[in-house]
């Protein structure tokens, strides 16, 4: 153990030394041409990216919060409106929502999957519904078949939350495939950079096939004007920068590689833990490949902050996503959600744990994790508990 690499929960510097001299030199050039803004590297990543999901167009913008927004921008979505989103999931989903005086609607997940429960959307819906956002949590697509089919019975858009998903292929019952956040009206994805295809700072990205509303996304995301000068409608403004998209054009050529080392280290957390009474493992859905942004364990019987401090006294650094169901934050508390309408949500906040997955881990320090994960389960195993 003492020369064992050290464990962190995504270790960007080995993914980084291994492709150091591609991407210094991709670094250098846009430095040395100066065109920080805009620069030819920005339409080639855009091209190049939307090839990979096979969509008509990748709008590029400033990080993943910005798309979410911009999207719902572009669709013309007005103060009141209703969007449903699952409640289980990060903040950004549910902030752009409010920011814009919309209504945020929250459904509850799919214990075993963590992704929104389909059964429970038509139960949402009202007159004023406009949108749903599906999040495909963890890696994995959300139901985008029975999603899709909701949508066009109650004629709502689909803004697909793609940031911890890109990459994952989405199997439709006939068997045709699509990428994940290629499905819906707009997916919307981030380049943060412990994201799957994540650059040195912030960037992000819209996807869409329809062509006005690609038109949309792009005036939206710069200050509302088509013709340089002329504001038809009040924008933002919202860049990926010349430096991370010649960053990111690179690490897309190891964005397959990088899911594929992911399911490595998923497999074996998932043969580690099998059959375990304290330990659920991630449920693969049929319909979705697993792109495994994070790995994340349900406890049962045991005290899972007690096994996150344990596992950080033995160097093992772990997360919870998430803690905090998004109607106990007193930003979005409302009469509508009080304690106990999500009891799904609910429950996983309180026992979920992430452990250490990127794409440069070895098998040593998974040994190490699952065994004292392992350890912990049978020093600590509890009559009762959660
Ligand atoms: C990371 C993330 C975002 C926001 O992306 P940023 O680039 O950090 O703004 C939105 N939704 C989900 C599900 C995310 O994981």
């Not at 490949?289 to 007690?306: K, S």
Request: glycine share 4%; charged share 20%.
């Amino acid at each position: 153990m003492e020369n064992m690499k050290k464990i962190q929960m995504v270790d960007l510097q080995s993914q980084y030394l291994k492709i150091k001299q591609e991407l210094d030199k991709a670094i250098m050039d846009v430095v040395s041409s100066t065109q920080f803004i805009n620069g030819p590297a920005v339409k080639i990543f855009a091209d190049n990216l939307a090839t990979y999901l096979n969509v008509t167009a990748v709008i590029p913008c400033a990080n993943g919060t910005d798309a979410l927004q911009i999207a719902m921008m572009a669709l013309n979505l007005q103060p009141g409106d209703e969007v449903i989103l699952p409640a289980f999931t990060y903040v950004a989903t549910a902030e752009v929502i409010a920011l814009l005086k919309l209504k945020p609607i929250l459904v509850d997940v799919n214990p075993k999957t963590f992704l929104i429960d389909t059964n429970k959307i038509e139960l949402a819906i009202t007159a004023k519904t406009k949108a749903i956002v599906p999040v495909h949590l963890f890696g994995q697509c959300a139901d985008m078949e029975t999603i899709m089919s909701i949508a066009k019975k109650y004629n709502l858009f689909v803004i697909e939350d793609v940031a911890q998903a890109i990459g994952a292929d989405y199997t439709f019952t006939d068997g045709s495939k699509m990428k994940a956040g290629t499905i819906g009206t707009i997916g919307c994805t981030s380049f943060f950079p412990s994201k799957n295809l994540g650059c040195m700072g912030d960037g992000g990205a819209m996807f869409t096939n329809d062509e006005q509303i690609a038109k949309r996304l792009k005036m939206m995301a710069n200050h509302g004007q088509s013709i340089q000068y002329q504001h038809d409608e009040i924008g933002v403004n919202s860049r990926l920068d010349t430096i991370q998209a010649a960053i990111l054009d690179i690490k897309l050529k190891h964005l397959d590689e990088y899911a594929k080392a992911r399911n490595i280290v998923a497999d074996f957390y998932d043969e580690a833990f099998k059959n375990h009474p304290n330990l659920l493992s991630p449920v693969r859905v049929k319909h979705s490949t697993h792109v495994f942004h994070q790995y994340t364990l349900q406890t049962c019987g045991i005290n899972r902050d007690e096994l996150r401090k344990y596992l950080a006294e033995q160097n093992i650094p772990s997360m919870v996503y998430y803690p905090i169901p998004l109607h106990f934050q007193k930003a979005y508390s409302t009469e509508q959600f009080k304690e106990g309408t999500l009891p799904i949500t609910e429950n996983l906040c309180k026992c979920v744990i992430s452990l250490p997955i990127s794409t440069e881990m070895n098998e040593e320090q998974l040994s190490y994790i699952s065994s004292h994960v392992l350890k912990f389960c049978k020093e600590h195993t509890q009559e009762k508990s959660n």
